[in-house]
């Protein structure tokens, strides 16, 4: 199961937290170059590594809650005093994704996005929380400047990658459908 976890937690850094700037630059040329390099089809295919990463997810947290069933939090979370956020974040990340099961849903670049933004939802929430938190700490100046580094770091990187991800894919596509058609 550890194996099968840092798996997900390669792919959670590497392809998912960069969909949001990766849907944002296909939107982007699509609208410059007019349909000119097939970016609806890289469209369609980042719906499906959604539709399959959702999958994934919920295949490896119904595992766990009912083979570790006494270790899982879901209990306590689904019934506690922010039972909301949880749903709502279970919603989003399980449910929510299998609406691009839907041809026209999938080529919409505004809904794809809605799609990529939900499904890390809590993770997006998690970081707003942390760093609204850093800015009231009043007794620790220091910390700040070390967390906004790391922060402004770690989002410039996604940022980055998700570019690099979607100039990469429209490059191997456009060179695939040239080769194909020779």
């Known amino acids: ?7 997900i937690d390669i792919i959670d850094t590497n392809i998912i ?3 949001l700037p990766m849907i944002f ?3 982007t040329i699509n ?3 007019k349909e000119k ?3 609806r089809k890289i469209l369609n295919v980042v719906g499906w590594i959604i539709i399959f990463y959702s999958l994934t997810i919920l295949i490896r947290f119904l595992i766990e809650a009912f ?3 006494e270790n899982v939090a879901i209990y306590n979370r689904a019934t506690g005093p922010y039972w909301w956020s949880y749903w709502l974040m279970f919603i989003c990340a399980t449910i929510l994704p299998y609406t691009l099961l ?3 849903l999938r080529n919409k670049f505004w809904y794809v996005l809605i799609v990529a933004f939900c499904i890390k939802i809590g993770f997006y929430f998690e970081r707003y929380v942390i760093i609204l938190s850093s800015f009231h700490r009043d007794y620790l100046p220091s910390s700040w400047s070390k967390y906004n580094f790391g922060f402004m ?3 410039s990187m996604f940022f980055f990658q998700g570019l690099f991800l979607a100039v990469i894919s429209l490059f191997f596509y456009n060179l695939f459908i040239r080769l194909k058609s020779k």
């Open 37 to 39: 390099f097939h970016s």
């Open 153 to 155: 770091y770690s989002t």
């Open 1 to 7: 199961m550890e194996l099968f976890d840092r798996i």
């Open 67 to 69: 083979v570790n069933y």
């Open 31 to 33: 609208s410059i170059f």
């Open 17 to 19: 937290l960069c969909l």
């Open 25 to 27: 630059m296909l939107w």
């Open 102 to 104: 839907f041809k026209k």
